[in-house]
Structure formats: structure tokens, C-alpha cells
């Protein structure tokens, strides 16, 4: 089966290049299984209804990272719907839900979990190594497949996670530095694997934000609230062939055009 993983979709900008290309992308790489991060619909955060947009632009999974709830009329909506995740290694008391067991092709039960690094983050998780081992404990025997968008800053602990990850986990892929890396590759025991799968948003930009903001900030001037970008977009992620018996045999980077 083929599952698209969709990178971090920056504000409305992001979410038209999603409406605009993801249906294409599914019918082109026949991908079976979507899954988006969806955290930065709101710039930081995310409403519900954005996140419905997300859906009806084919996600059957959103997941998110440290702005979760920068936006908090999610609060309801993480509890109420079982296809938005958070990070699993937040607080317990955390709402919401840090993973899930979904319906694949064929009857396949897909695991889909969220994880937050803690590598020059800013809030203080749970280990997210530890967090991973005790809820595969704890599904086992409940899934076929097993896949992991790990929200993560520091290259050094997304490639950690993928080798920790390695032949237990269809895919492991790195979110939330929103510039796509090249090394995607099948890891030594069956696992996809890419430290990042870039953004989906404006292409002139500094992650997403307008050039100008940025070099303001970085400058030391005054700035205003971040703007998304204006102007041509991109849709950035990858797709992961993967067997059965949760074998991924090849991951291709995504990176889609469009003129907005
Ligand atoms: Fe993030």
C-alpha cells in the first residue's frame, strides 16, 4: 500500500496548495492512506474548521506538534474526533488523543502516532523514545502497520527515532523544521524514513513567514505578527511503499507547485 505524508500546511496559503493538489497527488502515486500535519493551518494552531478543510481535501488523518493548542477552540474538537492527534508524549491530562487505529486498504489496521521531540523545544515532554515502546506495548496485536510524523527540531533526534523505530514502525518521518531534507531512505530493518518532509505553503518565504518579518526580526527591528507569505506555493511530503507486513520498500519525496 502507498501512504502520502502531507508537510506542516501553513496558513490559508497552505490550505488552498492542499484543496488544490492532494486529490491529484493520491490518483498519481495511487495512495492508499494520507496523513497531514496540520499545526500551522492558523500560522500557530489550528481551528476546527480548518482542520474539517483539511479532511474534505482528502486527509484521513491530521496530525500536530508544539502548536497544538495555540488556537484553543481545538480543545473539543481533539476530544471529540478521533482522526486529529496531538503528540502523544504530552502531559497525561493533556486532551485529546496522541494516537490512533484507523482503517486501511484491505482491511489493514493502520497505527498512526504523534510524537514531540524535546530537542530546543519549547514546552517539556515525555520521552518520546519511551512513549513510543509503551504504546506499541500496549496496541500489540491491535495493528498491521505502524507509522510515526515525529514534530521534531534536531536532525540528531528524528534519525535517532527512525533507527530506534527501525522494523517496528512502516514509516517514521520528521516534521516541523518545514524545509524538506534529501535523505529519505529505507532503514537497515524495513522502516521509511526522512528527517523532513517539508511544508506545504509559499515558496518565497522563511518557513512559511513573509522574507521581509523574518530579516526584521533576525535584524533586532520591531516587528508585527507573522504573515504568511503571498505568492506561489508548494505542497512538500513523501510517499512510502509499503507491504503488508509493514515492510516499507521505497520512499519518494514530494514536492508539488502551485501557482496560487
Ligand atoms: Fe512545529
Known sequence: MKILAVGDIVGEAGLDTLHALLRRLKRTHEVDFTVVNGENAAGRGLTPQQAEEMFDAGADVVTLGNHTFQKRQIVPYLEETPYILRPANLAPQTPGHGFGIFDGPQGARILVMNLIGRCDMQYGPDNPFLCADRILKEAQGKYDIALCDFHANATSEKLAMGYYLDGRFAAVWGT?????????????????????????????????????????????????????????????????????????????????????
Do not use: W
Open 176 to 260: 516541523h523544521t518545514h524545509v524538506q531534507t534529501a535523505d529519505e531512505r529505507v532503514n537497515p530493518k524495513g522502516t521509511g524514513y526522512i528527517t523532513d518532509i517539508g511544508m506545504t505553503g509559499p515558496t518565497v518565504s522563511v518557513l512559511g513567514v513573509c522574507p521581509e518579518q523574518s530579516i526584521a526580526m533576525f535584524r533586532g527591528d520591531l516587528t508585527e505578527y507573522f504573515k504568511t507569505a503571498p505568492g506561489e506555493c508548494a505542497l512538500s511530503g513523501a510517499v512510502f511503499e509499503v507491504e503488508r507486513n509493514g515492510i516499507c520498500r521505497s520512499v519518494t519525496r514530494i514536492f508539488e507547485r502551485f501557482a496560487r
